[in-house]
Each structure stands twice: as C-alpha cells, then as structure tokens.
C-alpha cells in the first residue's frame, strides 16, 4: 500500500470521528452559556436569554498545499478533499448547486448586472446564511480600505465598493463557495472576476493584474481567483471589492472587518436601506444625531417666529405692546433702530 493510500485508508476510517469533530470555521465572539460558570440554565420562558446577535467568523487559513485525494461520503453531496500537508477539509459537490435556480436565473457571462429589479420590488430586508458548516469563508484580501475608497458618491461617480491597497501579484482569493460568472476585462473594472455564491450574494473583484478562473468554473472560498493589480481606472495597485445582492450593491464593510479579515456575521440581514449609495458602514452616527438636533431646533425656531405687517398709524411702540414685547427686542431683530421709520407694508419680526 503507498504511502498515500495507507494515509486515505486511515482517514476514511476515522472519517466518522472527524465529521463529529470538524469544525471548518472558527467562531470568535460566539459565548458558549455554559462556559459562564455563574451561568444557571433558564427553567421558565421568562428567563431565557435571546441569541447572540452577532457570530464573527474567523478567515480560513488559505492552505498553500496542493489537493491529493478526493473521498466520498455518506452523501452524495460532499466529498472530503485532503492536501498534501495533510490538511483536510469538506467540500459541498457540484451536484449540491445542480438544481439550484441561483445559478441559472439571471445568469450572463457578459453583463455586470444582469438583474433588472426595481427599487420598489426589493424586499425591506433579506436574511443571508453567510457561513454554515459546509461553507467557508475566506477574506478576498486583508488590508485596510482606503480612506479614499470608501463605499459611495465619489466626486460625482458612484463608488459601488471599496478599494484595498495592495501589491501586485498578491493572491486575491473567492470569498465564499459559489461559481464564477463573469471573468473578463472591462474598461473601469480592467481584469474582473463576479462569483455569485449559494445563497444569491455576488462578489466583484476588481484592477486584477491576471484572473485565473473562467466564467463557469466553480469555486471554493479561499480558492485563488486572481492577482492583484492596477488594470482598469485605476491609479495604482489595489483590489476594488463589491458586495451585490440582487444587483444592488451595499458596503461590503457591512460583512468583513478587513484589518482583521473577521467575518462579521454567520447570518446577516441585509437590509434595503444598505443599498442605497449613501449608506456606508463607517458612517459616523454621532455627527448625523448632531445635524438632526440642528435641524429640529431650527425649525422649532422657524415656528416660533412671529410677524406683523405694519398699517397705518402704528409705532413700534404700539405694536411691541400688541404683541407682548419691547421695542428693544424688535429692533434687535429686525437690525433697525427705535428712530428709525416705518413703512405701510413692512414686514416686522416681532418674536
Ligand atoms: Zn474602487
């Protein structure tokens, strides 16, 4: 028996083990209750605690090593891939997606956006398995977004991603599991590769020095899909990275911390609102609270303003009486003196 044969014998016989221990993503953040050692287990329904909102997900570990073996498993569905370095780990079949409309509705090797959904028929929000345990996650390229990158309004142009500074030639690897759509050269986006993955999310991939998948090919995240490069409108290296859902694209900061490369959620609710171009993840709330207490008082003041229309035979003395105040208060607000005259018609602030 060769080495490797012996090596696939032994793992298929622990295969039942394995499929127990596996554990293809690592979830940080995610407290078990029963670590807690205070922590009682809830006996009535009024004591149970809701779900932990958010699951971050750790990036695979992009393993360098070439496959060597291909194992079957109880379904026909996954197989069990084992690498050279002795790594393994599930893959879901092509079989899995066969059916699967998401990859035969609205699909065009050609067009960026073949979806042609109007804004009003977009759901309010869409809840998107992210992660499960057969489907990893990778991050395109760790990095920081540059500041200048951002999702949205760009002097004049629509920023439909974020830019991630790089060298060229850095692997840019498929973010999740899914089968690429399109793979072609365009004159903003220069070498681009569009996946669109199980769950109907769609990631761009922009400025690739080289691609090294074709339209149709399926992939596994943390798969390389290409190169980092400049190709395109672009003025220097970097990768210009979308996050579409039913051909509208959100801030893609929304799912993945990219200095960590962290995965922010196994589940995300995407919600219509982070469609518009305008919402961007870094948004700074604090400011926009600030801007709407200016404007609510503003318009508390606009109502509060009073005014009189000066008529014949009255002084500013008369209407400061009329209308409860003084005449020094009039003056103040309409920049004018108590000598001054007045007009039939004039407008006058008097609150
Ligand atoms: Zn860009």
């Known amino acids: 028996m060769s080495p490797l044969k012996c090596f696939t014998a032994m793992v298929s016989a622990l295969l039942p083990l394995m499929a127990a221990a596996q554990k293809p993503v690592e979830v940080v953040d995610e407290k078990i209750p029963s670590a807690n050692p205070s922590f009682k287990f809830p006996t009535t329904e009024n004591e149970l605690v809701p779900r932990m909102p958010r699951q971050a997900v750790k990036p695979l570990v992009v393993t360098e090593s070439d496959p060597v073996d291909t194992l079957d498993t109880m379904s026909d569905f996954v197989k069990v ?35 042609k959904i109007s804004w009003d028929k977009l759901p309010s ?8 345990s057969l489907s990893n996650y ?6 920081r977004v540059n500041p200048r990158g951002k999702f949205g309004p760009r002097r004049g142009r629509r920023h439909q991603g974020i830019d991630l500074p790089l060298s060229t030639g850095t692997p840019i690897y498929a973010t999740f599991n899914g089968k690429v759509r399109v793979s072609t050269t365009m004159r903003g986006y220069g070498n681009v590769v569009v996946i669109r993955h199980e769950n109907g ?22 798969d390389v899909i290409g190169l980092g490069g400049s ?33 922010r959620h196994r589940m995300f609710v995407l919600k219509k609102k982070y469609l518009s171009q305008f919402s961007n993840y870094e948004q700074n709330f604090d400011d926009e609270l600030k801007s709407a207490e200016e404007d609510a008082a503003e318009e508390a003041a606009l109502k509060a303003m009073r005014w009189h229309i000066v008529k014949s035979g ?22 004018i003196k108590s000598t001054s005259t007045l007009r039939i018609g004039q407008k006058l602030r008097v609150r």
């Open 138 to 143: 990778a991050c395109p390229y760790q990095g």
């Open 81 to 115: 891939v084992l690498y050279g370095n002795g790594t393994w780990k599930y893959i879901k079949t092509e079989d899995f997606a066969w059916d699967n409309e998401i990859f035969t509705k609205n699909w065009d090797n050609r067009n960026v956006d073949p979806y």
């Open 125 to 132: 929000y869409s809840a998107i398995w992210l992660v499960d």
């Open 231 to 263: 190709t395109g409108r672009s003025t220097g290296p970097h990768l210009h990275f979308e996050t579409r859902y039913n051909g509208y694209a959100f801030d893609p900061q929304w799912l993945i911390d990219f200095e960590t490369g962290v995965l």
């Open 314 to 335: 009255d002084t500013l003395g008369k209407i400061a009486r009329n209308n409860g105040t003084t005449v020094g208060a009039i003056c103040r607000l309409n920049g």
């Open 201 to 222: 999310l769609e990631t761009f991939y922009g400025h690739l020095s080289k691609r090294k998948v074709e339209a149709g090919d399926w992939v596994n995240a943390g």
